[in-house]
């Protein structure tokens, strides 16, 4: 049986907007990722089958791995 799937979380700012989108791991966080440029935020993350989607204010769309939090793609959505 496999381990249950961890969901990733915005980590917000003082107005709930997401400075950081962050993956859970046992021991706290595994990995972070900071909106693809300043000042933008990140507004959603989701599953999007593997890969965790993370969408910012911008209109920025970002597929992470979800072991490594690396950058699979990245594409315009406006």
Do not use: N
Not at 40 to 45: A, F, I
Not at 55 to 66: E, I, Q
């Amino acid at each position: 049986m496999s381990p249950p799937r961890r969901d990733p979380f915005l980590d917000l700012d003082a107005e709930g907007y997401g400075l950081a989108v962050l993956m859970p791991g046992d021991d706290g966080i595994v990995w972070r990722a900071e909106p693809p440029t300043a000042p933008d935020r990140w507004v959603s993350v989701e599953w999007a089958g593997s890969w965790i989607a993370a969408h910012s204010w911008h209109g920025v769309r970002v597929l992470f791995d979800p072991a490594s939090g690396r950058v699979e793609s990245s594409s315009y959505t406006k």
